[in-house]
């Protein structure tokens, strides 16, 4: 299932120092449900050979023939990221087994793959631990409130809800124990998903007078694609644009940054002010859904 963390174990095993000792080249693209093939072969051919693919390639089979070529004889660790179709897999897995190369695939479809490991959800201690220290309260990890037991498991123990919960948590303040089950069940009762839920009952704690211009900063992140870094001043260039979203007529980049510190607060996104956020491939669907509840659309944005 989507949110369990199979993202983070590849992102800590590409980066861990003696996997990448192990080869030669580190190849990595996130693969997607609709994904653009012949655009995900030539990241892979670029990341292999820092050039792009020969003019003459045209069709997707010739991408993965050249990509082959390349990559023959080279010892590689391939990481394809969120992969939904088998045909997605054979496409893109190139590595040459017989020079030493690895695939790691991770997918929500069962069977994609020989070899699988399942991702299972955190236990009810590690739910906890990272829900009060999202929370900044490592201090109540020794003898936690019932509304924190309460609370994992109405975020399903998925490492994706519970720092959304904690950063709740921290909106909430004094009042947590008293209104964080409250809330989650309140949206988790209608017939929303799962995601959109937590995601709804997060943007409630923000400040009301803040609410609406994070709101719009929050559908417009929806327009950057998965998984990709965007820098805060991208998102400050677009302040004009949002402030027709919140009716502001003339909305200040500091405003921008204070409304992406709300975000980042929430745990809704991930990264720094400084060095640029990125967005769960999930979270960003709700970002889409409330784009695409607006006027206009997402052709609007």
């Not at 994904?35 to 820092?50: E, I």
């Not at 590689?76 to 992969?83: K, S, V």
């Not at 299972?120 to 906890?128: T, V």
């Not at 936690?144 to 498991?153: D, L, Q």
């Amino acid at each position: 299932m989507g949110g369990v963390g199979k993202t983070t174990v590849e992102a800590h095993l590409i980066r861990d120092l003696e996997v990448g000792a192990a080869f030669e080249s580190l190849l990595w693209v996130s693969v997607s449900q609709k994904p653009d093939m012949l655009d995900l072969l030539g990241q892979l051919y670029s990341q292999l050979k820092s050039v792009k693919l020969p003019t003459w390639v045209e069709g997707e089979l010739d991408a993965s023939q050249e990509l082959r070529k390349a990559v023959k004889g080279v010892r590689a660790l391939l990481i394809l990221d969120d992969c939904w179709k088998t045909e997605h897999v054979r496409l893109l897995n190139c590595v040459d087994a017989e020079a030493g190369s690895s695939c790691v695939i991770t997918t929500r479809i069962r069977n994609l793959a020989n070899c699988e490991i399942s991702c299972g959800l955190f236990s009810l201690q590690e739910s906890l631990m990272l829900l009060l220290s999202s929370a900044g309260l490592d201090h109540l990890l020794d003898n936690p409130p019932a509304a924190a037991f309460e609370a994992v498991e109405c975020c399903g123990r998925l490492p994706l809800a519970l720092p959304i919960a904690g950063g709740m948590i921290r909106e909430l303040e004094e009042v947590w124990e008293a209104e964080l089950v409250r809330m989650l069940k309140a949206e988790l009762s209608g017939e929303l998903s799962f995601e959109k839920s937590i995601v709804n009952a997060s943007l409630w704690c923000v400040e009301p007078s803040q609410r609406a211009g994070v709101e719009a900063l929050f559908r417009c992140l929806g327009c950057f694609a998965e998984d990709e870094t965007v820098p805060a001043a991208a998102l400050e260039l677009l302040a004009p644009f949002i402030g027709q979203q919140v009716a502001v007529a003339s909305l200040s980049p500091r405003t921008v940054r204070k409304w992406l510190a709300s975000l980042l607060k929430a745990s809704l996104l991930a990264g720094s002010g400084a060095k640029g956020v990125s967005v769960h491939d999930l979270v960003r669907d709700v970002k889409v859904m409330r784009a695409e509840a607006e006027e206009g659309g997402m052709a609007g944005l």
